[in-house]
């Protein structure tokens, strides 16, 4: 009887656990995009094949997590159970910057941390993102701080303040991680501008 018992048991608990799992949504993940080169277009002014080095890009460690943020009013972060960027935000932001800047520059040797980068760069674009969350169903929002310096020597430096936001149609996630990429689009025409100003000073 006692062995009938806990037969029974150990089955309901199965059962009970099978049902678990299959009711447990799947987590999804995500990704940012670079623009492509329709999108990006001709490098304005005169193409420079320079060699620009990204480096390590600063991000609060509020930000600088898996799951994707989002705010709630005007002090509070919220953070998804279920929808996650696939990696490390700081490095995708990196290397998205990475290559819309070589797109924008028409330039093969624009490299993003943690890539082994040029030892001889003719600059160095420095980002800290201030802010990188949004409004679900309103718009995301990225504010950084970004430098541009000159020369291996990293000189005449150049810092701004981008503020820039995106309207977002619904409160898919999905939608969240587009207009997140077309953040980064803007900020990256912002420094390949700056970038196309700068004289390039080579030994």
């Known amino acids: 009887m006692n062995l009938m018992r806990m037969l029974t048991l150990s089955m309901t608990c199965s059962v009970l656990v099978l049902a678990g799992c299959a009711g447990t949504p799947p987590t999804r993940f995500y990704t940012l995009t670079p623009m492509t080169q329709q999108q990006a277009g001709k490098p304005a002014g005169e193409a420079k094949k320079v060699a620009v080095n990204i480096s390590p890009v600063e991000i609060p460690d509020s930000l600088n997590r898996m799951q994707i943020v989002t ?33 924008l520059l028409g330039s093969e040797q624009v490299i993003a941390f943690p890539r082994v980068q040029s030892s001889m760069p003719d600059f160095t674009v420095a980002v800290r993102v201030l802010q990188f969350d949004c409004i679900p169903g309103d718009q995301a929002r990225l504010k950084a701080q970004w430098t541009v310096l000159s020369g291996a020597e990293r000189k005449a430096s150049i810092t701004r303040i981008s503020s820039i936001s995106e309207k977002l149609g619904d409160k898919q996630y999905a939608t969240m991680a587009a207009a997140f990429s077309r953040t980064l689009e803007q900020l990256s025409g912002e420094i390949a501008k700056e970038i196309q100003s700068l004289p390039v000073e080579r030994k």
Do not use: H, M, T
């Open 71 to 103: 705010r709630e009013g005007g002090n509070e972060l919220k953070l998804a159970d279920l929808d996650r960027w696939a990696g490390s935000i700081a490095e995708n932001i990196a290397v998205v910057l990475g290559e819309n800047l070589a797109q």
